[in-house]
Nanobody
Framework: QVQLVESGGGLVQPGGSLRLSCAAS????????VGWYRQAPGKERELVAA??????TYTDSVKGRFTISRDNAKNTVYLQMKSLAPADTAVYYC??????????????WGQGTQVFVSS
């Protein structure tokens, strides 16, 4: 079984920073593509940042403010968020492409962590 556990969300004032973490555990052999999505109330889930084979991509609204990274030794993915604005308020989900002994290659979702930006 593979599990993803997210942490790091919370309430922050505009201009503040947060770092989200997504830790994968279980019978993991390899992790390939990783990404962070977010879903605001009444909106569709959108891809915020992705990291594949060392190349990172970001949606235009977060470029220069968000940074995606990973620690392969810890099977953990991070999203560093700076200069947060109310428009960044959403539930953030990590999505990892994992090769496990049970399921081969499969995409897994984290449980979501709420980010609320408000003064």
């Amino acid at each position: 079984q593979v599990q993803l556990v997210e942490s790091g969300g919370g309430l922050v004032q505009p201009g503040g920073s947060l770092r989200l973490s997504c830790a994968a555990s279980g019978s993991i052999f390899s992790i390939n593509a990783v990404g962070w999505y977010r879903q605001a109330p009444g909106k569709e889930r959108e891809l915020v940042a992705a990291l594949t084979s060392g190349d990172s991509t970001y949606t235009d609204s977060v470029k220069g403010r968000f940074t995606i990274s990973r620690d392969n030794a810890k099977n953990t993915v991070y999203l560093q968020m700076k200069s947060l604005a109310p428009a960044d308020t959403a539930v953030y989900y990590c999505n990892l492409q994992i090769y496990s002994t049970a399921s081969r290659w499969k995409y897994y979702w984290g449980q979501g962590t709420q980010v609320f930006v408000s003064s």
